[in-house]
């Protein structure tokens, strides 16, 4: 009755251990894996010496959910890796804003949409094209900006470019404790953006322009 | 205590936050004698530091990349096991936290003591 039982077993925990070697990094696999699967025998010959016999299938169970889900124990050796981190984030989130629901969104539909319909002798596949082109150009543009983030990202972890501040160079501060207005923050986030891309071609330049952009 | 009650998952969040760094330092003191990964998470558990495997291997081998372990793959009753132990450069390092924890316990008591 144990022999089958003791296949399955080992099987569930090879399982187990596959799964979460898929997910680590190449070159630490095996010394991973073979790490955490002394542990976990440890663990099943501690059980079973406890109990006097092989372990069931639901018991290992337990087991190998107490050490958790694969993936997540895998993530746990990875250092942390952000595509857009905390600091860019709040950044790129309003440049998506801004550009695809305050620019692209009202042009297509308050200006090109219109257009395409009264040009065209029937309104249905008019509407279907402005949706159509809508749709692309949305996703595009998002893919895109996304892209130009991760690049600012990576660029940003290495240089540090943001610790690179003067208290001088902030723009003054508005007399009352009125929020600045929509315009004037999205001038601001526009010119930010278009500085921080200046600074990507010139490695000369680059303090020099950030200070400017800084003090714009 | 009945906001912990109240909203387990946020005690949960912070009683981690708390634990993260104590845990270094308790692995820190436990390896100044070698161990391998499951001993060290018993006698880990047995002090009253519960630390399950999914926290403790990464972080011993962050703390051996940073240079304040080393360890060893040797064979132990038949099995092969990875041995960890305080190197030389954790030594100092584990002083200085012990200091730092002793003066953040000091302090904590003495905030405690004027509310």
Known sequence: MTQPSQTNSQSLLDRYLHAVRFWLPKAQQQDIVNELSEDLHAQIEEQESALKRPLNESELEAILKRCGSPIIVASRYRPQKYLIGPALFPIWQFVLKLVLVWVLLPILVVVIGPALVSASSRWQPAVWQTFSMLCTVLISTAAAITIVFAVLERLESRLRLLDRWNPHSLPPAPRTEKRPSRTQSVFEIITGVAGLLWLLPSRTTRFSCWDRWRSS | ?115
């Open chain 2, 1 to 115: 205590m009945s906001h912990g009650t109240k909203n387990p998952q946020l005690f949960e969040n912070l009683r981690l936050e708390l634990r993260r760094g104590c845990l270094i330092v308790a692995v820190l003191a436990q390896l100044r004698t070698e161990q391998y990964g499951y001993t060290l998470r018993k006698a880990l558990a047995d002090d009253g530091l519960a630390i399950d495997q999914g926290t403790l291997y990464p972080l011993l081998r962050r703390l051996e990349s940073q240079g304040l372990l080393v360890s060893q793959w040797r064979e132990e009753d038949k099995r092969n096991k990875r041995f960890y132990r305080l190197s030389p450069t954790g030594e100092p390092i584990l002083r200085q936290l012990l200091d730092e924890w002793n003066n953040i316990n000091q302090s904590l008591g003495r905030i405690l003591q004027e509310a």
